[in-house]
């Protein structure tokens, strides 16, 4: 196994003066395989993003523990290998406009991606690798470089975001729904760009959404959360054949489709 | 029987930089307890087109031509007003994109209604408003104790339903919802979906007009589809007749733009509708979508397409279509 989660529990305490504590993700394993890719679902609240984080060493477990190519990563004492993780292990978020420092040309987020190579290439080999990576998520590099994030539209920047992806050529990718800010008609490219993008590269994705029809378009396994649980696991074809979990079925219920009409309406 | 008609409505945002032509030319009906949706891309046009069916202009947006009727009402030829006291609320409502946010932070849901009743009812007392409150919450479903709440304890679907309810308290005939349910998760979105058809249902409001950028929403509630693109309609029809035959190119891009887990969206695939809806600024001479149109020829890029009835009551403005 590339990569897998143990009984992975996190507890927020909130509160000054009343403490009181909030498991936001409980008793949480899983695994995935290299080239693997996977959809965490659930609604607002279940825990997905805090799963997120912890995967992404960006907030510690209260308890359980997170193999990567058989290493705990939180037992990662140096620098050097903790770097080594960030490089294999990329996250791509919801907010198209967050990653980008408006006081700064967006190119900045392309070349700070180096900061993470063992050795730095030279700096005309640093714009080939940019500008080859833009042509690769399908944006013409002189449309992008030198602009600042606001004269950028939604879809652009996600794009911007995949380019670093291609630069980085991580093992996995973590995607904290990364198309539900854009529209619709904008979303099926970059879902499509993406795909094709981790295909080339054989990465393994961990898709985290509460979007059902983006988890069944892209994923093998769904995973679906609630209340900081994984309360079902399967075939993202079993999940919408036979799904078993009343919290599944009601999911499934509730999404608009597009071929057939509610009836409980 | 038509309860909203618009003929030739333009409305201009007059900018320093020039006109932006957000509305340009629509032409359209909405029948009586009829749910008619309007989808396009953001930057189309349809939060203006919104405005404007209910006289909301105000600079920087203007009306420039056009005859927009509700009802008995001429709209276009009222004064801001007559059009504020004697339409707006008790004919029209309105629920803004940003209806989450329409609820002051610091009053409670009762004080809100309050407000919305004695502007329009001056003559009633506290205890009447609260009883009229009451039943209509009561008959919606909605929890009482959300009156007493102020808005930061209620969940986003709660504040969404309960910014409905308020405007559909004196019986509107038109309800005009913008994005609804965008940031609501599905379950909720649901929820929220239900209460409109319910409205309609109970005869509390006739017709809805319902903008979104998701037309699978759209297949749930609505019965007529119109679709808008860079300011103009280029389809219009009933909503099954739209998602099994439609004719032009945009609206197809829209539809195979969907993903919903069904097997269908699968084996179609996903397809997208490359570049950007145009600035209208200064949009493209001719069809407005020929920059991004597959089929687009080089009469496309002088030759303005027009509405044309295609089948029955199915319209499309399309160079291509006979």
Redesign the interface.
């Known amino acids: 196994m590339m990569f897998s989660l143990h009984n992975l529990t996190k507890v927020f305490t909130v509160g000054f003066f009343r403490r009181r504590a909030v498991k936001a993700v409980n008793n949480v394993s899983f695994e995935l395989d290299k080239g693997e890719i996977i959809s965490l679902v659930g609604e607002s609240g279940s825990g997905k993003t805090t799963t997120a984080l912890m995967i992404l060493r960006l907030i510690r477990p209260t308890s359980g523990e997170i193999f990567f190519e058989d290493k705990n990563i939180f037992k990662l004492k140096t620098g050097e290998e903790r770097k080594k993780y960030w490089r294999q292990v990329h996250g791509i978020f919801q907010d198209p406009y967050a990653p980008f420092n408006p006081m700064y040309r967006v190119d900045r987020v392309l070349y700070q991606v180096f900061n993470l190579y063992d050795k730095q290439p030279s700096k005309k080999e640093k714009d080939q690798i940019v500008k080859e990576s833009l042509s690769a998520v399908g944006l013409t590099p002189k449309d992008i470089l030198g602009k600042y994030s606001h004269q950028l539209s939604g879809g652009q920047r996600q794009r911007i975001m995949v380019a670093r992806c291609y630069i980085l050529k991580p093992k996995l990718i973590l995607a904290d729904e990364p198309v539900s800010m854009i529209d619709a008609s904008t979303r099926a490219g970059v879902i499509k760009l993406f795909m094709k993008l981790c295909n080339d590269l054989k990465t393994s994705v961990m898709f985290i959404t509460h979007d059902l029809g983006l988890a069944y378009y892209t994923s093998n396994r769904i995973l679906i959360m609630r209340r900081g649980e994984i309360v079902e696991e399967a075939s993202a074809e079993s999940i919408l054949e036979h799904p078993q979990h009343p919290y599944t079925k009601r999911l499934l219920n509730d999404v608009p489709l597009l071929y057939s009409k509610w009836k409980d309406l | 029987m038509s309860l909203v008609s618009a003929e030739n409505v333009k409305a201009y945002y007059y900018t320093s930089a020039g006109s932006v032509k957000a509305v340009d030319g629509i032409n359209m009906n909405v029948n009586r307890g009829e749910i008619l949706g309007v989808v396009g ?2 930057g189309c046009g349809k939060s203006t087109l919104a405005s404007t069916l209910m006289m909301n202009v105000r600079p920087p947006l203007r009306l420039v031509e056009g005859k927009i009727s509700v009802d008995k009402y001429e709209l276009t030829s009222m004064k801001r007003k007559e059009i504020r006291s004697k339409i707006w609320g008790t004919l029209i409502s309105l629920v803004p994109q940003s209806a989450l946010n329409a609820l002051i932070p610091i009053k409670k849901t009762r004080d809100i209604i309050k407000d919305v009743l004695k502007h329009h009812l001056k003559n009633l007392n506290n205890e009447e408003i609260n009883n009229l409150a009451k039943k209509r919450f009561k008959e919606l479903d909605l929890p009482i104790e959300v009156l007493n709440m102020y808005p930061h304890e209620l969940s986003g679907g709660m504040k969404q339903r309960a910014v409905i309810a308020t405007s559909t308290l004196l019986n509107p005939k038109l309800l005009i919802v913008d994005e609804p349910t965008s940031a609501l ?3 909720t ?2 929820i929220v ?2 209460m409109i ?1 319910d409205l309609r249902i109970r005869g509390i409001i006739e017709s809805v007009v319902f903008i979104t ?5 759209l ?3 609505s019965d007529k589809i119109t679709v808008m693109y860079a300011g103009k309609i280029v389809e219009s029809s009933t909503a099954n007749e739209i ?1 099994e035959n439609p004719v032009h190119p945009y609206s197809k ?14 084996r179609r695939g ?5 570049g ?1 809806p145009p600035d209208l600024l200064s949009p493209p001479i001719g069809c407005r979508f020929y920059p991004r149109c597959e089929l687009a020829k080089d009469l496309c890029q002088k030759q303005e397409p027009h509405l044309t009835e295609v089948r029955r009551n199915h319209f499309v403005a399309c160079n291509f279509v006979k």
């Not at chain 2, 891009?253 to 699968?266: C, F, H, S, W």
């Not at chain 2, 996903?270 to 490359?274: F, H, K, Q, R």
């Open positions: 891309e953001s998760d599905v379950s979105q649901k979906l239900k058809v950028h998701d037309i699978a929403i297949r749930q509630i998602l891009g829209l539809i195979n733009a969907v993903i919903t887990p069904e097997r269908e969206v699968k996903l397809s997208y509708i490359s950007q």
